[in-house]
């Protein structure tokens, strides 16, 4: 459709109210909720996603687009919960103890949140503690840690050991990231996926979820 | 072959050229500033020729089949810098020797002294060979914490050893007579040299446990600021008379870490910015440090690129200063678009040398993190980039680092770039003036007691500094 076209478009653009404008058009024009965040918002935000992985668009242009989505998320929102529409999964997520580093955390946040999951971000300095109780109290299927510093990367670990001393271990999914991570720390630690960038952290969540 | 006289105080040297070379190359090895890279704009390269009535801008200037002669301005020793205002101890015996010694996290640089007459006899420069264990601070210190901090801080040692024989060979005196040694650094560096355990350099809130400012049986070690702002930058400062200005003055040192200090109404504002190791041409594809063939610099002359290599060897790659000098050129000649996007990717430099958008990524997050940290720490102090006076760049990188280029891809503001003065190893030449003058030692001990820590991690101004700083149009606004 036309309309919801022109939202992705703009979206990707970056144009925050236009794409705020586009939205309340759609509504009006009846197009549900659900549709308009699926083909115009998510879709929009998946094709920077998609461009990121391949370099072609850089950390501020991500930013700016998810600014777009947030600003037409916030009118479908309470449209979605009137029609009973559920998020298709929860996910916390934070940077480490000791490492405030948040803009890595901060993109795979908006990533997955464009593929429609609910994120509580636990923001950074997280403690393995605080991870662990969060999922088990929130019911998150995915706890998702980001690190910036070697010195830091095994609290990842901790998180881990954590989750499997809650007996939550085989409920959740544990996602690492972050510039010093490796596939290789992945194994070491016992956690389920490591992702190179926030686009793949998030395909990687949504499939978790649809699981 | 035409021969080219160069004239410095009673120094007389001869190089010969071919015709058509550039006079601003061949001054390369007499230190000689290019601090625009060579684009004619900053002017202070010129020099006096003889049978010219003003003064020429040696990087304009190509020779022709004649000889020439210039007169460079009179090279400012070492010891002459180290002594400002100030005698060798008065004290120090006849025939004293002394080391100053800069540990970086790359080289470690050491320069030996006679203690009596001040003068400088012998200097002598090294891989860090801890660089083996991990490239960066960081990765020393998770080392250091997985059980590997004696072996570091032998490593060290053993550097500073060697160093200091192959000094003592180069002066031909009896290493027995060092008797003073002053060893700066970064705080790591420190912490790595004295065996200390740097766990609380390791995470936040990062409050190191001791910051020096206290003789050593390896040496005197001169007062760190905190943890990521060490006792290099404290030396830096007292060498730059940072301290002293009666207006604002900006010390930046560019490596892997970018540490600023800025000295405004008596009080030193200073943060460490993670510029990460780019510039010293890794992680990128065909980075290089700075070897014979690196492209160390490059120009946009009528949309095509001019590149120079180091000692006029075929290009093997591109290191630091060459990368930063790409990427701008690249940016004028619209090859790169505002957001970074490198339309023919990769970009041929030199046969087998390019550049991919993966690079320009690197140099994107590079550049923004110096600029952000510039932006935050001129906010924290409540002034404009105009405000200050003076700017001094120190390190390898730092001064070799085309400001023009700094100034077009938005590394630095172009009011700072514009006002930038190379001072290559400062940290050196402060340590020196801490072995030449102990009462210095107080005045380091003011200058880190006044420091100011202005963190980055976590500000919300900072973060969105970096942020609009990635982009390749932030300029001029402030």
Redesign the interface.
Known sequence: MELLNQISQQLQAGKAKDVKALVEQAIEAGIPAQTILDEGLLSGMNVIGEKFKR???????V?VAARAMNRGAALLKPLLAQDGAKATGRVCIGTV???????GKNLVKMMMEAKGLEVIDLG??VSAQTFVQTAKEQDCQIICCSAL????MSVMGDVVREAEAAGIRDKVKIMIGGAPVSQAHCDEIGADAYTTDAASAADCAAAFCRA | MPVLTVRQGARRHEIPFSPGACLGDLLHAFDHPHPCGGRGVCGKCSVLMSGQDAPVLSCQTYLGDQDAEVYLPEAIPLTQIAMTGEAAQQAAPEGAVGAAVDIGTTTIALALYDLHTGGRLAEAAMINPQTAV?ADV??R??AA?EGRLSEQERLVRGAIAALLRRACDQAGLDEARVTERVITGNTTMLYLLTGQNPVSL???PFKADTLFGHPHEAGYLPPCMNAFVGADITCAALACGLCESSSPALLCDLGTNGELALWKDGRLYVTSTAAGPVFEGACISCGVSSIPGAIDRVHAVGGRLHIHTIGDQPAVGVCGSGLLDAVAALLEIGAIDE???LEDAPYPLAPGVFLT??DV?AV?LAKAAIYAGVRTLLRAAKIAPGDVKRFFVAGGFGSHAGMGSAAVIGMLPRELAAKAQAVGNAALRGAAALLLSPKKRAEAQRIAAQAVHVPL??DPGF?DA???A??FDTDEEC
Do not use: C, K
Request: zero cysteines; proline letters at 2%; aromatic letters at 4%.
């Open positions: 370099n072609e668009v850089f950390v501020p242009e930013l103890q000791g490492d405030l580093h948040d803009i950074t300095d510093l070697t010195t830091t | 991990a960081i990765g210190i998770g914490l390791s995470r936040a957001t970074g996007l958008q993966a990524r994107q991690g976590g973060n970096y942020i609009e990635m982009m």
